[in-house]
């Protein structure tokens, strides 16, 4: 029986330190990303059972999106965060302005991924701001924090609008984009007129275990420990990163919009977040969408819903 036991533990043991290893090394990568050519990634259709094996141990690595060349009458602006990293936006100014729109991507994603709401808000008569997170797209870095560090970004977004003199400013944002506007109310007191929020998760832990289920993994317990170990990794604790909490302070109109087929974002973390928002504030639900760009997929329900929204 004793020599059970002695079995027992090692085994327990030697499993315990595989899941945080194999947990240490995904929560790694999952939070870089490369620009093409630093890494070499071999096609889905040409990896081999051992290359899988060594995704999943390792875990995967990503390439930044590339955007596509910067679209006419809009122009380039370089922001430096206070560590020197370069955030590439583009900036356009609409006819007789009636106020300014930053707009802010999600996780793996860059700015020609909303450059359509982009678009649609300088039609609404708004200036119009989209930058690329730290580590994504264009901008510098490599490192992706999925909310935490970007709040910064968002500060430093607010903050190019504010210096031109704009005095009504909306700040928009889709899953990660939207939980950094809720980080950045919250750390940097920041004074929109108006946010509309797409999407966006509860928690650290949610927005990782969101991740995998798309990847049809089990949430828990590995959110937990990929949330653990990727806070650790880059010096915060994940379980402080709570959007449903950041949005208590959130002193101004609030649009929150969400597919009703999401498989990132729960019901439940939408009901928290939106219970927690002050008023007032609007819930657009979209039928026929899931974890997408809401402006492209119903596109006139969209247009419909964010200008009355802006006009109110």
Request: hydrophobic residues 40%; proline residues 4%.
């Amino acid at each position: 029986m004793k020599r059970f036991f002695k079995i027992l533990i090692w085994t327990f043991l030697i499993f315990f330190i595989l899941i945080n290893f194999i947990s240490a090394t995904n929560a790694y990568k999952f939070t870089h990303f490369y620009n093409p050519g630093e890494v070499v990634i071999k096609p889905e259709s040409k990896k081999t059972t051992w290359d899988h094996v060594t995704d999943i141990i390792f875990g995967k690595d990503y390439i930044k999106k590339k955007n596509i060349p910067i679209p006419d009458s809009f122009s380039k602006v370089i922001i430096t965060t206070k560590d020197q990293i370069k955030l590439e936006g583009w900036y356009n100014k609409a006819n007789n302005p009636i106020g300014s729109v930053a707009l802010f991507h999600g996780y793996g994603d860059n700015k020609t991924d909303i450059l359509e709401e982009g678009k649609s808000f300088l039609n609404m008569g708004f200036n119009v701001l989209l930058l690329d997170f730290r580590g994504q797209g264009s901008s510098g870095g490599n490192t992706c924090t999925i909310g935490y560090s970007e709040a910064e970004d968002v500060k430093l977004g607010y903050n190019f609008l504010k210096a031109k003199g704009e005095k009504n400013i909306v700040l928009w944002g889709i899953s990660m984009g939207a939980a950094s506007i809720t980080h950045a109310i919250d750390e940097y007191h920041l004074q929109p007129s108006k946010v509309i929020l797409e999407m966006p998760f509860a928690t650290m832990e949610n927005a990782v275990e969101g991740q995998l289920r798309t990847m049809h993994l089990p949430g828990e317990p590995l959110g937990v420990l990929l949330a653990f170990w990727g806070g650790i990794e880059h010096g915060f604790w994940a379980f402080n990163v709570n959007p449903d909490e950041y949005v208590k302070n959130i002193h101004c109109p609030v649009l929150m919009q969400v597919g009703l087929h999401d498989e990132r974002v729960t019901p439940k973390e939408r009901e928290e977040i939106f219970e927690n928002l002050r008023q007032p504030k609007r819930l657009v639900i979209y039928n026929n969408s899931g974890h997408e760009s809401l402006c492209k997929k119903e596109h006139l329900k969209w247009l419909a819903s964010v200008s009355a929204f802006l006009n109110s």
